[in-house]
């Protein structure tokens, strides 16, 4: 009699661990694969690849997030004064006036060439000419004159001689002059508005790490960020007296000032 010999498939012996780790795999994905038919089964045409990569993006969890805003601040010495200037005259004609107005503005003019002030660093703001009313004692408006003004931007570079300035515009003009404001400044901004950025994001990301520390996380990637207008100081008040055309006006320059805020998003992990 013929002896019978059984052939057994041989069958790959399982690593150690190899087990576990597939049951984790299949338990994390969702899907339970055995053996070798797993990647038959991804390979195969027709395969719901789609309905599969939505349920896993269904089921992933949305990364946690804190929205902080920063504040930063920065200051120097100001290398920049811009004057506020003008002429005003008041005369019974429009011609008139207007004609005072020019020498008005001639004097001033040459006080601020004189002064080393360049035709660049003058500019006319504003130019007017409106009517002057007078109310008669039965109640009626009179036109009774007119008045014509200009008023001029004056940058001052050299800003130590800023009341100087002042004082020889004044002397000038005469009753017509008027000092309108000043506004010091720092020609270039951008080392200043770089720093006060600077310190605006540490100080976003130090709250981001101390929310991220309260709430038992680690603080990730920047998700986004958003920077505000930054912020100077406006016009300086001055002294309504007129100057005595010596010494000046006394000014206090101070410090510029420069703020800058934004908003970050930060991923909590």
């Not at 087990?19 to 969702?30: I, P, R, T």
Request: glycine residues 10%; charged residues 20%; contains cysteine.
């Amino acid at each position: 009699m013929t002896p019978r010999h059984t052939v057994t498939p041989s069958v790959p012996e399982a690593r150690p661990g190899a087990w576990c780790g597939a049951v984790a795999a299949a338990a994390l994905g969702g899907v339970l694969l055995l053996g070798a038919a797993a990647p038959a089964l991804a390979a195969e045409p027709g395969a719901v690849t789609g309905a599969a990569a939505s349920a896993a993006a269904v089921r992933a969890p949305k990364a946690t997030t804190v929205t902080v805003s920063g504040s930063g601040r920065a200051a120097s010495a100001p290398d920049l004064a811009v004057l506020s200037v003008g002429v005003e005259a008041t005369r019974k004609t429009a011609k008139e006036a207007l004609a005072a107005q020019s020498a008005s503005v001639k004097a001033l003019v040459d006080a601020l060439h004189a002064q080393g002030i360049a035709d660049r660093d003058v500019r006319t703001e504003n130019l007017s000419l409106s009517p002057v009313y007078t109310q008669s004692p039965g109640g009626e408006s009179k036109v009774t004159g007119y008045q014509a003004g200009q008023s001029f931007s004056v940058k001052v570079r050299d800003i130590d001689r800023t009341g100087q300035i002042i004082g020889a515009a004044t002397d000038a003009t005469g009753d017509a002059g008027r000092i309108n404001g000043v506004v010091f400044d720092v020609a270039d901004p951008t080392a200043l508005r770089a720093k006060a950025r600077e310190a605006a994001y540490r100080d976003a990301h130090d709250k981001a790490a101390q929310h991220a520390r309260l709430s038992g996380h680690r603080l990730g990637r920047l998700v986004s960020l958003t920077e505000g207008e930054s912020t100077r100081p406006g016009p300086g008040a001055l002294p309504s007296a007129p100057a005595d055309g010596g010494e000046g006006v006394p000014l206090a320059p101070g410090e510029i000032e420069e703020h800058v805020t934004l908003t970050a998003v930060f991923e909590l992990v």
